[in-house]
């Protein structure tokens, strides 16, 4: 069972981190954002809550974020967290080759991200066309 209201990381008093600029096809997405960062999408809740968004679709293009070195990340862990015996390692992490390139998704019409160019939008007959 999981509480979806329980604390999901905790914010220590001191962490390394770095900033980085939101590009064009990272927004709205901080899923993307962490798994080029660290080679998992489980951090895209992290870097929102480091960085005050409670939203993820309050991620624009061009924000400055803020977010923790790999090697601070188990210092976010919760007690729980910790006895769940994560058995991701700083090696593990480092060893999975991230993506950089725009990801190639499939996505149904109703599904269209920000900058998506499948659609045309027809305004004199008010429609948009897929």
């Known amino acids: 069972m999981i509480d979806f209201f329980?604390?999901?990381y905790i914010?220590?008093?001191n962490f390394s981190?770095?900033?980085i600029q939101?590009?064009?096809?990272?927004v709205a997405r901080p899923d993307l954002i962490s798994d080029i960062l660290y080679g998992s999408t489980a951090y895209?809740?992290?870097?929102?809550?480091?960085?005050?968004?409670?939203n993820p679709f309050e991620?624009?293009?061009?924000?400055?974020?803020?977010?923790?070195?790999?090697?601070?990340?188990?210092k976010f862990l919760t007690p729980a967290d910790r006895e769940d015996n994560i058995e991701d390692t700083e090696e593990d992490i480092r060893s999975t080759k991230p993506s950089y390139k725009k990801p190639k998704e499939k996505r149904a019409p109703?599904?269209?991200i920000i900058g998506?160019?499948?659609?045309?939008i027809d305004k004199n007959n008010r429609v948009i066309i897929y």
Do not use: W
Request: net charge negative; charged share 30%; glycine share 6%.
């Open 6 to 8: 329980g604390e999901s």
């Open 11 to 13: 914010l220590p008093d």
């Open 17 to 19: 981190y770095r900033t």
């Open 22 to 26: 939101v590009s064009p096809e990272h």
């Open 44 to 54: 895209g809740d992290l870097i929102c809550k480091i960085n005050g968004i409670q």
């Open 59 to 74: 991620l624009n293009e061009d924000m400055i974020l803020f977010v923790p070195e790999i090697t601070d990340l188990d």
């Open 110 to 112: 109703n599904e269209a």
């Open 116 to 120: 998506d160019t499948r659609f045309k």
